[in-house]
C-alpha cells in the first residue's frame, strides 16, 4: 500500500518535493492555457480514433511536457514541435480549458464540441466515464496518465511524473441505466481482489471513481455537469500485520510485569537471606552465652 508521495532523488540527493512545491501544477497549467490561448491553436484528430496531433513552437512544448499533457513526437522538426495527444487530454484543453480547437483529418473545417464529444464517444463508449474521471483529477490538480501497464484505467501523480511516483492506481466504475452493460466493473470479488494485489505490487494505492447519474442522456457533453463522482480508496487488510500491532502495548505490559516480577522476586530472596542470617546470628550468640 502507498504511503503518501514517493518523490524521486536528483543528481545531488535531494528528493524534489521542494522543487514541485515551488512550481505548484495549477500555475503550470495556467500559464499554458495563457500561452496557447495567444496562439489559436488547432488540433488535428484521428478519424479513426480519439488521438490528436498538435504543432506548438518551443516555449509551448516546454509548457505541455511541464504540465504532463501528450507525448513528444520524437522525430519533430526545430521549427514545429509536434504532441499527441489523447482523447480525454485533447477534449480538456478543448471543452475544460477552452485554449484548443479540433479539426479532422479527413475535412479542414473546425468541429464543435458537440461534434467532437460525437466522434470520441464513436471512438470509445466508455468516453463519458472515463472524462468525467479523468477531468475530476485534473481540476484538482493530478497529473494523469494511462494506467494501462497497471491493469488500470488511470495513474494519478502528485506532480510530473520526472519529480514523483505515481501515488493512485485509478479504477473507472460507471453506475447508471444510462451506462448499460459497462456498470459490472469491480462487481466480483476475485476482480478486486485482482485490482488490489496489482496496485498493491507497484506500491500504489487503488482509488476508484465511482462515475454515477439519475438522468443523463450521454449523447450530449452538456451531460457531464451532471454526472457525479465518488471516491473510494480500498486497500488490503493484512491480519497478521494488524494482529502484531494491536500485540505491540500487550506485549510491553507483558515485558514490564515480567520484569516487575523478576524485580520483586529478587528483592523478596534478598530479604529471606537476610532474614534466616539475622536469625542464625541470634542462635550462635545464645549457644555462646549458655
Not at 476475485?190 to 465511482?210: F, N, Q, Y
Amino acid at each position: 500500500m502507498a504511503a503518501g508521495p514517493r518523490w524521486k532523488k536528483g543528481k545531488d540527493g535531494k528528493d524534489f518535493s521542494a522543487l514541485a512545491a515551488a512550481k505548484p501544477m495549477s500555475n503550470i497549467v495556467a500559464e499554458l492555457q495563457s500561452s496557447l490561448k495567444h496562439t489559436n491553436l488547432v488540433a488535428t484528430i484521428s478519424s479513426r480514433g480519439g488521438d490528436a496531433i498538435i504543432g506548438v513552437n518551443m516555449q509551448q512544448a516546454m509548457l505541455l511536457n511541464r504540465a504532463a499533457f501528450g507525448r513528444a513526437v520524437e522525430n519533430a522538426g526545430a521549427e514545429k514541435q509536434w504532441f499527441q495527444l489523447g482523447g480525454e487530454e485533447v477534449f480538456y484543453l478543448c471543452h475544460t480549458l477552452k485554449c484548443v480547437s479540433v479539426k479532422s483529418e479527413s475535412r479542414e473545417k473546425q468541429m464543435s464540441e458537440g461534434e467532437l464529444w460525437d466522434h470520441l464517444c464513436s471512438a470509445s463508449d466508455s468516453f463519458p466515464e472515463m472524462y468525467k474521471a479523468y477531468s475530476h483529477l485534473r481540476s484538482k490538480n493530478w497529473v494523469v496518465r494511462s494506467g494501462l501497464q497497471y491493469g488500470t484505467d488511470f495513474v494519478a501523480y502528485r506532480h510530473h511524473p520526472a519529480l514523483v511516483h505515481s501515488e493512485f492506481a485509478v479504477v473507472v466504475v460507471p453506475e447508471g441505466v444510462e451506462f448499460g452493460g459497462r456498470c459490472g466493473r469491480l462487481m466480483v470479488w476475485s476482480d478486486l481482489l485482482c485490482a488490489l494485489r496489482a496496485s498493491g505490487s507497484v506500491a500504489k494505492t487503488l482509488l476508484v471513481l465511482t462515475v454515477s447519474s439519475s438522468t443523463c442522456e450521454l449523447r450530449f457533453p452538456d451531460c457531464l455537469e451532471l454526472l457525479v463522482v465518488h471516491e473510494r480508496t480500498i486497500t488490503r487488510w493484512i491480519p497478521q500485520q494488524c494482529r502484531e500491532h494491536r500485540c505491540e502495548p500487550c506485549r510491553e505490559e507483558a515485558n514490564k510485569g515480567e520484569q516487575d516480577r523478576t524485580r520483586e522476586t529478587v528483592v523478596f530472596s534478598y530479604g529471606g537471606v537476610m532474614l534466616g542470617f539475622t536469625v542464625l546470628s541470634s542462635l550462635l550468640v545464645y549457644k555462646l552465652r549458655f
